[in-house]
C-alpha cells in the first residue's frame, strides 16, 4: 500500500471512531435514543470524508498533532451531515435517496430529520469548546471560522442561492461560481483552515493559502459532480444520473459541455495545487487533490 | 415609573438593538438579503425576550458589567427563535399563525424558513466567538453551556420528547415535568447561567443556583401556559385557546385541573425564589418571577 492510501485510511478510520465517540448514545430518554439513531443514521451513511480528511491532511502537513484535530474533523463532517439531512427534505430538494440508501426523512420521519439535522448543527460546536487539547483561543478561532463558513453568508447562503436560482433561467457562470463557493466551497475551505489552526498555526498568509486552496477544490469538486451527472452510470454514481438535465439545473456542462467544463476543472486544480506551494511537507495534499480530479463518484 | 419597569424596559431596548445589529443586512448577494428578511422577520415578531432579560439580569444581580452580556443575551434569543420557526414547520406542529401573525414558513415559505432556522442555529456561535468584551474562557465556558442546552439532551431532544408523547396516551406527570424540563427549562436555565458567566462568576454553587433557578422558572412558565390556554382569551393570548384540548394534549390541567395547577405553579415558584437567595441584589429577579407568575399571555 502506498503512503499516501495507507495515510488516508488512516485518517478516515480516525473520522469514523470519533463521529462514533462524540455521539454516543447517552443513558438518556427513549426519546433522545430515537434522535440519536437518526443522527447515527445519516452520520454513518459514509460518503467521501472529505472535509475531516482535509483538517487532518493540513494540521498534518505543517507538522502539528493530528490528535488535536480531533474535534474539528468530527465537527465538519456533522455540520456536513445536517446540510445533507436538511437539503433532502420533501420542502428543500426533496430527495428520497442519499448514497444508495433511504434519506433520513425517509428512514425517521420528516420531523425526526428536521431535528437530527438542527441537533448535529450545533453538537459541533459544543464539542469544539468541550475538547481537552486545544487552547482556548484556538477553540475561539476554531468556531469564529466554522459559524462564519456555515452560516448566513456561508453555506446556508450558498443554499439560498441554489433555491432561487431553480426560478431563474439566466443563471450564467459567475452565479454558478458564487454558488459553487458559497455552497460547497466555504465548507471545503473551512476544513483547511481548521487544520491550519490545530497544527498551532497563526500565519495568516499560510492560513490565507489554505482557504483557498478550499475554495478552489471545492468548485473543482462541483464542476466534476455536474460531469459525472452526465459520464457516471446511477452504479457507479450511488444516486441516479442525469438529474440536473431533468431538473433543468443549469451546470458547467449546460454551459460548456463536458469537455470544456473538464479542462476548466483542470485549470482549477492547477490553481489549488499552486496554492498548496506554501506547504512544505505537500504530498499528500497533491494526491488527495489529484485523486479528487480523477474520481470516478 | 418603577424601578423594575424602569430596568426591564433598558434591557428590552438592548435586546432589540443588538438583534438588529448582530443580524445586520451586510452587502450580500440578493439570495443573502432574503435569507436575512426571513430571519429577521421572526426574530422581530416581539415576544416576551424572557430569555435574553435573564442574561442581563443575572449578569447584573453578580454585579458584572452589562454590556458583557450583549452577545449571549442576542444569542439566546436568536436561539429561541430558530427552534419557534422550526416547531412550526408543517412536519412539526404545522402552524399558520405565531404571535398573532404568519409563522415563518407561510410568510417566506417552507424552504426559506428550514434554513432561516438553521441560519439562527449557527449564528449565535459565532457572535460570541466574536465578541471583544468576553475572555476566551468565558466565550469557551458559554459555548459550552449553551450548545450542551440547546443539543440532542437539551431543548431538541426536548422536542423529540413532545413530538412522541403525542402518539402515547399515558403521558404522567413525570413524563411532563421532564419534557418541559428540556424543551422550555434548559434555554431559559442556561440564560441564568450565561448571565453569571458574563459578570465574571466562576463559583460553582453561585451557577448552581442559577442554574436550578432556571429550570424551575421554565416549569412554572410552561405550567401558566397550560392553564392560560384554558382561561385566557384568543386576544389575550395572540393565540387560538383551548388547543391543548384540541390536540388530545396531556398537561397540567388535564391531569390536575385548573386550581391545583395554579398552586403546584405557585409552590415552583417560590422554590424558584429560593434558589434566588444566593444573589444579594436579586430584587429585579424576584420581581421578575413574579411578573411571569402572574402574566396574561
Known sequence: MSDFKEKFSEYISLVEENLRKYNAHSPGTEAQKDLIEAMNY????????????????????????????????????????????????????????????????????????????DALSVLPFGLIADDDK??????????????????????????????????????????????????????????????CICAGCTDSTVIGAAKEYGYKLGLAFQIIDDILDVTSTTEELGKPVGSDEEENKTTFVTLYGVEKAQEIAGNITDEAMRCLEKFEDNSFLRQLTEMLLKRKN
Open 134 to 195: 486545544l487552547s482556548p483561543e484556538q477553540k475561539i478561532r476554531i468556531i469564529s471560522e466554522l459559524a462564519r463558513a456555515v452560516g448566513k453568508n456561508g453555506m446556508i447562503g450558498g443554499q439560498v442561492i441554489d433555491m432561487q436560482n431553480e426560478q431563474r433561467n439566466d443563471v450564467d457562470e459567475a452565479n454558478l461560481r458564487n454558488m459553487y463557493r458559497h455552497k460547497t466551497g466555504e465548507l471545503i475551505s473551512v476544513s483547511c483552515i481548521m487544520g
Open 42 to 117: 445519516s452520520l454513518e451513511a459514509g460518503g467521501k470524508r472529505i472535509r475531516p480528511v482535509l483538517v487532518y491532511a493540513f494540521c498534518n502537513a505543517l507538522g502539528g498533532d493530528i490528535g488535536n484535530a480531533a474535534a474539528p474533523a468530527a465537527a465538519i463532517e456533522m455540520i456536513h451531515t445536517f446540510s445533507l439531512i436538511h437539503d433532502d427534505l420533501p420542502a428543500m430538494d426533496d430527495d428520497d435517496y442519499r448514497r444508495g440508501r433511504l434519506s433520513c426523512h425517509k428512514a425517521h420521519g420528516e420531523a425526526m430529520a428536521i431535528l437530527a439535522g
